[in-house]
Every structure is written in C-alpha cells, then in structure tokens.
C-alpha cells in the first residue's frame, strides 16, 4: 500500500515539473528567439502634408480616427486632392469608406513587426 502512495506522489511530481516547463519556460525561450523588426516601405515624413504621408501608405492598414473622435480601420486603396478611399474596413464585411482629409486628426500604421 505505501508503495502506490509513493508512486503516486512521484507521477504527481512529475506533472507538476512538466507543467511548470510548459507553462513558464517554453514562451520564454520562444519570446527570446523572436525579435522585433523594422517594416519596409512604412514611414512617415513629418515635412509632408496629411495626404502625402497617406499615398506613401496605399496598399497599407490604417487606423485613421477623425476629428469626431470616430475611428476606421482598413486598407488606403487611393488618396486625391481632398479624399481618402479607405477599403476593407475591419468590423464590416464588404464596405469600404470615402473620408475628407482635412477631418482627419490622427493615422496609425504598424511600424514594426516580429521576426521569429
């Protein structure tokens, strides 16, 4: 009978060591592996206007928040004189959006992306 309690508690252990190994060390070396790294072709120039910075960006996902605090995401499909084509937008599936660029007041993209 003691031999079984003590078998038991071994597995026991052994779980717990493995557990302990998958959990907490494995995403750790995996995080160390990975290293983040510059995008090509994304950048802005703050001596452009808003409109030049967003031709550099066409092809590109864009969080473009307007001047109403309401914000879209999506992909710049073509920028004019006065107008953004925003297509693909996140959240809404086949719409895209026409936005005035002078109600923009804020555009993010990812700079920066992981290398594994």
Sequence with gaps: MMKRSKMVGFVGLALAILFYVTIFMLPAEVEAKSKVVAI?????????????NLKSLIGKRVYVTLDSGKTFSGFVKEVGNHLMHLEKL???DYF?????IENISAIDT???DFKR
């Design 40 to 52: 090509e072709g994304i950048s802005y120039n703050v001596k452009s206007s808003l409109a030049d």
């Design 90 to 92: 996140d959240g809404k």
């Design 96 to 100: 895209d959006a026409l936005i005035r």
């Design 110 to 112: 990812r700079f920066r």
